[in-house]
């Protein structure tokens, strides 16, 4: 199994002497951490991105990629389940809520880079360092059952594109989603930047099939903007705020959180004050514009709802066969369905392409246990690939869009586990030094983080009820 597992009061420093990662303009920022050094995780690609540039333009290129690979995760086929709810229900009321989400995504993945620069350690090694052996391995049980959870809804939402587009059955299509740890493999070792552009090719994919939906659904642009602009309404109908609700547990991803924080660090930056800042400056610009495209895809999937379905009257279309199989009916326009469906495997794909990744990434940092790549995501599939296939088989469709749902539930309840310990080790001065955030920020974050918390535990409160009654 080529296992190893390291004690960190024995792991000798990685940089000769040093806790180079830290900010070097403050010398006392180890003193809230354990001087330990972990190995990096995902050690293969660890900055092996080269960011020289001679120009503005050049260095943004270079350390454009990552947010790309966060921004698949808000737009994975678990927000396909809410934005079709949401518009073929309310119409367009619901796309200030996609926006809210995103506007909070924003800000928390900016803290999740500025993390992984400023200090050269990710969420995940960061919480082995800061908490006791058995909180840190709690938080670490959490975030795999998230990461399950996850790749659950992608392993699903790949299977349901397989049937629609080529006639597999679910099963079948299931048992295919396995070869996504070759495809991984096979590009990692070829280069992280190959890995990249197979994931910004792929969201290319999604953003131009919702184009076109978007062309021939000819949405009311007076009325998609004005949904945009909250109202009370979404608090005062008790439906609409479960959907919204919904639609928040299935934007803000826990596991991207840990992802970001790492594969920032495959880029090749200068080990000094000057240096993390301009990278941390780059990473929040490449991230930010990673996750309007995010926007831009789950804003265009409830507005294709709300024009096609909830203004036809096909106000209970929630599950995404039966999206498929009325659009083109209702467009009466050849290949929409088709078009749709494309989509979903791309966004399907791309999202387990990410989770596997995450997946190393958090049993790297929390256990500084090191398995061989494929063993790894083997297991990880494994997990999410056997209940899928078990549900497929004895209830069929119905079965694996209730499975989605509760999918979403599941990441809703790791959430705050994710959020939280990023708000505290980023706003603590001992930790990050210069990089510390200001108190503005502080307080945006814990209000964010606050939010999320008590919307999710609503949903989850609610989705309990609903299957109790």
Not at 258 to 271: A, D, F, G, N, P
């Amino acid at each position: 199994m080529d296992a190893v597992n390291t004690d960190p009061t024995t792991t000798p420093p990685r940089d000769p002497g040093a806790i180079a990662s830290l900010p070097s303009t403050s010398p006392t920022a180890e003193a809230g951490w354990r001087r330990a050094r972990l190995a990096p995780s995902l050690a293969e690609v660890h900055r092996s991105v080269e960011v020289n540039g001679a120009t503005w333009f050049r260095k943004m290129v270079a350390f454009a990629g990552p947010g790309y690979l966060v921004a698949v995760g808000y737009m994975d086929p678990g927000n396909w389940a809410t934005g079709l709810a949401g518009g073929s229900r309310f119409g367009y009321t619901l796309l200030s809520v996609i926006l809210l989400s995103n506007l909070m995504a924003m800000l928390l993945q900016g803290l999740a880079s500025k993390l992984g620069i400023a200090t050269g350690r990710d969420l995940a090694q960061a919480c082995r360092d800061h908490y006791s052996r058995p909180v840190a391995f709690a938080l670490w049980v959490l975030c795999e059952i998230a990461i399950a959870a996850c790749d659950l809804a992608e392993v699903i939402g790949t299977a349901i594109a397989l049937n629609l587009l080529f006639d597999i059955p679910l099963a079948w299509g299931i048992g295919i989603t396995a070869v996504d740890v070759l495809i991984v493999l096979y590009l990692q070792n070829k280069g992280f930047r190959l890995l990249e552009a197979l994931v910004i090719g792929l969201i290319a994919i999604v953003g131009g099939c919702f184009l076109f939906e978007l062309f021939i659904t000819r949405p009311d642009l007076g009325e998609v903007a004005r949904g945009f602009v909250p109202t009370a309404q979404i608090f005062t109908n008790p439906e609409m705020l479960y959907i919204a609700i919904g639609i928040l547990g299935a934007t803000v991803m826990p596991h991207n959180l840990y992802l970001h924080s790492s594969i920032v660090q495959t880029r090749k930056y200068e080990e000094t004050s000057a240096g993390k800042r301009e990278a941390v400056r780059f990473a929040f610009i490449d991230s930010t514009i990673a996750l309007s495209f995010a926007l831009f895809i789950n804003a265009a999937i409830l507005i294709v709802a709300a024009a096609t379905f909830h203004t036809s009257g096909n106000t209970e279309v929630a599950e995404i066969q039966d999206a498929y199989k009325l659009l083109t009916p209702l467009l009466g326009v050849a290949g929409a369905s088709t078009i749709f469906a494309l989509a979903l495997l791309a966004s399907g794909q791309n999202s387990t392409i990410t989770g596997t990744l995450a997946g190393q990434i958090v049993m790297e940092g929390f256990l500084n246990l090191r398995l061989r790549p494929w063993l790894r995501r083997l297991i990880t599939r494994a997990i999410a690939i056997v209940p899928a296939a078990v549900v497929a088989i004895l209830y069929g469709e119905r079965g694996t869009a209730k499975l989605l749902i509760f999918s979403q539930v599941i990441l809703s309840l790791q959430l705050s586990f994710a959020v939280f310990p990023l708000v505290r080790f980023t706003s603590d001065r001992e930790k990050m030094g210069e990089f510390v955030n200001s108190i503005g920020l502080r307080i945006s974050a814990y209000v964010v983080a606050g939010v999320i918390a008590t919307l999710n535990l609503w949903l989850l409160v609610q989705t309990v009820r609903g299957w109790l009654a």
